[in-house]
């Protein structure tokens, strides 16, 4: 914390305005970062030698504003902006991330091989029955989780790519290895429906909150289907995008 | 009601799976319209001659493969297929809902003028407190509400767009009156949120389900911002398809 700021008690200012007006200078700052945990109530009434629930006035103003948000058990947050989220040619989780100045990160939640039903045979355009290898994978940005995605590859052609996504962490990077050197999503699909229990725990939200449905399909630079793709993103923490 | 499906008792097949398949060869031929009312347990079980209790095992198996949906003191449905809905360069609703062979619908639920707060004027690129005629209408397809949406232009570029809307029902016609022949997106922000309770009673949904936004800017043919718009959108009725 700053020390730039001192209550003025006789200022004809509320003390938790200023207090209020302190936090909102040091996230507009950067000092308190977005999406950081704000000091507790105990630190911030310290700090200016103000009691607890002065502050607390302070961060409820600042809740209703959404400037912060509380999370149960865990403490106030400064509210991070939504990630905007491009629907380009060439969709790249981590390009898109990085480019806004913000840190990407996953990890490989679950695999499975599986049959192809009517529905993923129909998206990949291979027969019924065609075994697929499935990847389940949960993205984060600056450390709080964004969308759980499941893709599905012909396991025959990319018989290797868990290991290779083991190895590299990147889908497309897993892909390169095994032959494909680029792709392009072919077409997006968007829809919106409310969270499920298991999404709910590893998106760290509440049941009841809406995620964005993204299904996708890419194309190898033939033209073939290579992979399709069902994300589910808490639609609170994302933007998405289309440019025309 | 055709009457081309006999119950046969010695058939070897529960009677209500063999109603179950006659409602859903009766959905697949289309006599039972998509977004339709399904007759009642009644009229069916006095069409068979079976009871209702056997008329109602079989709505509930196809109402748990989504076939068919209950709505609460209505009465039951035949399940509309989400609406298919492009956003390209040149997304008109009207002309979107047509081609999919649907009946698209529409009216003007309410109208203001408003000064451009910092966002409206961002989005339009005009000073902030420039007054906007803001138009808030209902979009319906099939009879069934789909979106409700507020656009917002310049009063004095279209000083009789209310009138002309009012006249036409289309708010491409009446920019068309306005002198924009054409106009054409310049990009859509997709987010999702539960719905509000006003959205709620217009959209005819529950309480707690999930509204897609959809935030677009169009521009003029001379490449100027002429109308941002903001469509909250029943989730479970449209599915947007993002082509590359």
Redesign the interface.
Known sequence: MTQRVIIDRGAGIAVWRQIAEWVRAEVASGTFEQGSRLPTETEIAERFGVNRHTVRRAIAALTAEGILRADQGRGTFVTAQ?VSYP?T?RTRFSEIITSQSREPGGSLIGSAVEEADALLAGWLEVPVGTLLLRLDTLSVVDGVPLMVGAAWVEQARFPNLLRDYAETNSLTAALKRGGVEDY???????????VDADDARLLEVAL?????IMESVNLDPDGRRIQYGRARVA?ER???????
């Open positions: 939504p629907i040619a392009t999503r072919k077409e997006t699909r968007i829809s919106a429906e409310l009841g909150t809406p995620v964005l639609a994302i933007q998405i995008v289309v440019p025309n």
